[in-house]
Structure formats: C-alpha cells, structure tokens
C-alpha cells in the first residue's frame, strides 16, 4: 500500500502512479476537467501521465476526491480538486506535498501553467507569474514558477 498520511478534514494523500491509480486519478481529472470546464476528452490524458509522479487525495471513506503530477523536470500540473472539496486544503495540500517531492530530489524550482482564476492560489504558494497570458484547451492560462530553497 501506498504511503498515506491523514490530514485536516477527514482526507488522506497518497503517492502513486499511473499504472496503479489511473482509473481513480481519470475519475477526478474527467470530472474537473472534462465536465466541468469542458476541456476536450482527448486532452486530459496526455503522455506524462505514465511517467509522472501522481498524489491522489482521498476522503475519509476513502474515495478519490483530488490529484495533481509532478514530472521530473519539476512541471506541476493536473492539479484537480472536486467541487465539494474546494476551500477546504486539499489543493494546498496537493500543491505543498508536490513541492516537498521536488525539493527532495533536488530541483532548484516547479512550474505551473496555472489557470487565471487560480493564479491568486498559486501566488499564496509563493509561485511568481511570467510571461504573456495564453490559451490551453480553451483557457486562459499564465506560467508561474517557484525556486526551491535548499
């Protein structure tokens, strides 16, 4: 079994990956991404997922509730949250855990590719936006990047 620890709010992490978890990380993305902000089926899965570091979230009756990936030249992304367990930690639980993986094995920054709605998560993580604003799956979406301290 996976190493999990509990958390606030009656939610557990776990670190996985996808051969063991793809059908519950799918489950979130599909519903965050796919039916919610209406992102195009074929571009939910990509081919990072079977390489990717993966953090799927779990309630306290052990259903798949978030995820996010970490890719090993420190990309975050695939960040998800379901809408009844929003504002309660569990992304910033996601994100500070996918940090901690980073710093560990030694990458000196992460980069996100953060939505605009979520930018202002983002800067509270201490991430910084650069560039232009562009589109991604029909969103509007800013890269953001936070060094690591030693």
């Not at 953090?55 to 970490?70: A, F, K, N, Q, S």
């Not at 949250?81 to 992304?91: I, T």
């Amino acid at each position: 079994m996976p190493p999990t620890d509990a958390l606030p709010e009656e939610f557990a992490i776990e670190t996985t990956d996808w051969a063991a978890s793809a059908t519950e990380l799918h489950a979130v993305r599909h519903a965050v991404f796919v039916e919610e902000q209406r992102v195009p089926p074929e571009l939910e899965i990509d081919g990072s997922d079977p390489v990717a570091l993966h953090l799927l979230v779990r309630d306290g009756d052990g259903r798949p509730i978030g995820t996010g990936r970490l890719l090993a030249d420190g990309h975050i992304g695939r960040m998800a949250v379901l809408p009844g367990w929003r504002g309660r930690g569990v992304g910033a639980a996601i994100l500070e855990r996918l940090v901690a993986v980073a710093r560990e094995r030694g990458l000196a920054e992460v980069v996100v590719a953060a939505q605009l709605r979520a930018v202002g998560f983002y800067e509270r993580h201490r991430f910084r936006a650069e560039g232009p604003v562009f589109d991604e799956a029909g969103i509007p979406h800013r890269t953001m990047r936070r060094r690591l301290e030693r």
